[in-house]
């Protein structure tokens, strides 16, 4: 394969550096300076002709190589420029940082534990959008006939699925007295009609309440804390977590989160 001609501009730039002389060479590329570890622009001579020195202390030298020699033997005498004895200065200062700023591991099930809440919080919000709006659609339409003792609250409760059709139409002081009642039987294991009325009441409420209702709220998420600590099922984990993410997230009851996510 034929090599195509180099530009003339090229050329002649080779051809002026072959034919530069070697003194001038040193002028541009001196000698290696084994105390800044690097190679001088130019081959400063240290040993400066008095003559050549200022005479006013404020004035620079008319010579251009004793100003580069004054220059240097300045920046030598400085302590701050000096490489420090320890050839590994440099190393140590690496690996400490390095040390310094190395990251923690990430705990993998913590972190899908806080995706978990915030994906969780989300649905709950678009829940309670949900059954809001089904309230008002059938407002009225229909009446819930309240269990006139604690004993047969449980009985209902325990026996009875809830659907949103029955939970939109109990009336609101009502759910908090079902909270009172779900504060009181929240276990290690529950019932499984009992965990479906936890979740679709609480999705019922409204996301504003009073100082005295969020009491209420923050006694069933305590309870479900206490729980918490213990060796749960995962079906009962879950319920425990619900509520906690609920009233801490939804309602704000930040201090509830602490040691949670």
Sequence with gaps: MKRQNQPYELLTLKKKRLEQPESSIEHTRGPLDFQFGQR???????????????????????????????????????????????????????????????????????????????????????????????????????????????????????????????????????????????????????????IKWIEITLESLPELLEGTEISLLRNLAKKAIKLRGNDLDSTSLSVMDEIISIVGDVYHQRDLLEGYL
């Excluded at 440099?90 to 099930?109: C, I, M, N, Q």
């Excluded at 009446?143 to 325990?158: D, G, I, M, T």
């Excluded at 809830?162 to 939109?168: F, G, H, K, N, Y």
Aim: charged share 30%; hydrophobic share 35%; proline share 5%.
């Design 40 to 194: 001088k622009a130019f081959p400063v001579d240290l040993d400066i002709d008095p003559s050549k020195l200022p005479q006013n202390g404020g004035s620079l030298p008319q010579d251009v190589m004793t100003y580069l020699a004054m220059v240097r033997m300045e920046a030598e005498g400085n302590e701050k420029y000096n490489i420090d004895e320890d050839e590994n200065f440099y190393l140590h200062e690496t690996v400490a940082s390095k040390e310094d700023t190395a990251l923690e591991p990430v705990d993998d099930e913590h972190q899908m534990h806080v995706t978990w809440h915030r994906e969780y919080t989300e649905y709950f919000k678009a829940r309670q959008e949900e059954l809001n709006t089904l309230g008002k659609e059938i407002e009225g339409n229909d009446k819930f006939v309240e269990p006139c003792s604690a004993q047969l609250w449980k009985k209902y409760v325990f026996e009875t699925t809830p659907d949103e059709q029955l939970i939109v139409v109990i009336p609101f002081d009502v759910k908090f007295k079902m909270i009172v009642y779900f504060t009181r039987w929240l276990n290690k294991t529950l019932n499984a009609n009992l």
